[in-house]
């Protein structure tokens, strides 16, 4: 779930591709895509959109709206379907707040053309864009102001300590305040 910590209520959801190894416990992406094909990674993340507009559209039903997150790679906003598959198996409710779509700041610095070609055709049909591990040290002021994100999600490294440190506080609390002015 994600979190309003504002209003102190669940704003959203993000789904996980994980793997249940019988021996080595819950495995994740970085582990178990090693050495996936293109069209493996290009089918894996076809599923995962199918599957997370199918829940929305369960909630949705149930009378809960809420906005879904699912990573995909820059690749994939030009060879699948999505504003396709979003109007086809995407809630049909007024309300839904519409799905996001989260790729990570270095696969966005390697394509920013690309990116902005696809963000508008996506954002008729309420897909907005999330930039992940977001580091800073990648994306130029210039490309962050031109960029139609909706989430900048920062890198672990911002944010890991910042309860306990106040130095890692203020630059994560820096960070934040750059985000909500782009």
Known sequence: PNINLAKKQIAGVETF???????????????????????GLMRLTQLALSAALAAARNFSQLGINLRVAVNVP???LVTLPIADMVRELGPKHVRWPGLILDVTEAQVVD???????VSQDLAAQNVSL???DFSGGK????????LPFSELKLDRTFVDGCATNAGRAQICASVIELAHHL
Do not use: Y
């Open 17 to 39: 591709a994980r793997v249940r190894h019988p021996e080595l416990g819950t495995l994740p992406p970085s582990i178990f895509m090693q050495g996936a094909t293109e069209n």
């Open 74 to 76: 820059v690749s994939a």
């Open 111 to 117: 394509d920013v053309a690309r990116v902005l070609a």
């Open 130 to 132: 999330a930039i992940d």
């Open 139 to 146: 994306l130029t002021m210039a490309q962050l102001k031109e």
